[in-house]
């Protein structure tokens, strides 16, 4: 059974940091790029990050750049999202997600595989 787990959102404030963490099992995770998705009240669910399957490339939304970074650890099938400088328009809940293939990788109906998300509040 395929399972993406988020966990590590919480209430932080502006200018403070978080590192998500996503746990995922139950497919060949070394070979799927993973990427990071938000949403947030009342918007569609946008891509923050993504990193190709053996962590060598990242690729980051203009808004998330020089402040986020996405990492992957395969021997443990871990993927984060270190999000630092925080800021208000940062609330949402962010998924985590699985692709096999890098193109499109900011497209998130491409995605094969979808965590349950974890809810980030930024407060001003």
């Known amino acids: 059974q395929v399972q993406l787990v988020e966990s590590g959102g919480g209430l932080v404030q502006a200018g403070d940091s978080l590192r998500l963490s996503c746990a995922a099992s139950g497919f060949s995770y070394s070979r799927f790029a993973m990427g990071w998705f938000r949403q947030a009240p009342g918007k569609k669910r946008e891509f923050v990050a993504a990193v190709t399957p053996n962590g060598g490339s990242t690729y980051y939304a203009d808004s998330v750049k020089g402040r986020f970074a996405v990492s992957r650890d395969n021997s443990e099938n871990m993927v984060f999202l270190q999000m630092n400088s925080l800021k208000p328009d940062d609330t949402a809940v962010y998924f985590c997600?699985?692709?096999?293939?890098?193109?499109?990788?900011?497209?998130?109906?491409?995605?094969?595989?979808w965590g349950q998300g974890t809810p980030v509040t930024v407060s001003a």
């Open positions: 997600a699985a692709r096999q293939q890098w193109v499109g990788i900011t497209r998130d109906v491409l995605y094969d595989y």
